[in-house]
């Protein structure tokens, strides 16, 4: 398999943490966002949409979307499950997953953050874009994990939420956005933070680092 992703991209660095939680290796291949390299013509004949991450499987079939990508690593390499249980406890992971993936990742990405740059904005207004969509996000997170068990975001074995939740705190981290009263993420990112396929799959870990 090959992964084509960029150090700090949120989305590579959750299939990142997949195939390590799968034991699978990929090579990984390299394209630097603020270069434009994910828009390069041979790119984009592997991905349309000229986003990062793509997977290419072994047999040459290529993947978009992280989201994508991992339910597919679960269906294909089915141990250690990231999406178990019934199909309520299913849902509720997959509710968890979505609300970062979905609705607070898409509007901090560097493009929505370049195009509010574009239309004039000032420096501290898209960073505040940034930081308030992060926060508010996570606390709304915070509450669809009350009344669950730890100390994982689902239990005690890390699952699709735990993959989507660690590098939006990442990114919560760079825009400065406090997540100090959250407990229960607090809770779940140190239980993340102890295990390796978490540390190894970290932006400062990667080849491409900078």
Sequence with gaps: MRLHGYFRSSAAWRVRIALNLKGLVAEQLFRH??????????????????????????DGQVLTQSMAIIEWLDETHP????????????ARIRAFAQAIACDIHPVQNLKVLARLRA????????TGWARDTIQEGLEACEGLLQGGEGPLCF???PTLADICLVPQLGNARRFGADT???????EAARACAGH???????????????
């Design 79 to 90: 141990e250690p499950r990231l999406v178990p249980g019934d199909a309520l406890a299913r």
């Design 196 to 210: 390796p396929a978490f540390a190894a799959a970290a932006p400062e870990k990667q080849a491409d680092v900078e």
């Design 155 to 157: 239990g005690s074995a």
């Design 33 to 58: 966002l603020r270069k434009g390299e994910q828009r390069a013509p041979d790119y984009l004949c592997l991905n349309p949409q000229g986003l990062l991450p793509s997977l290419e499987t072994d």
């Design 119 to 126: 239309l004039g904005h000032p420096e501290e207004v898209v």
């Design 180 to 186: 100090s009263g959250l407990a229960r993420i607090t």
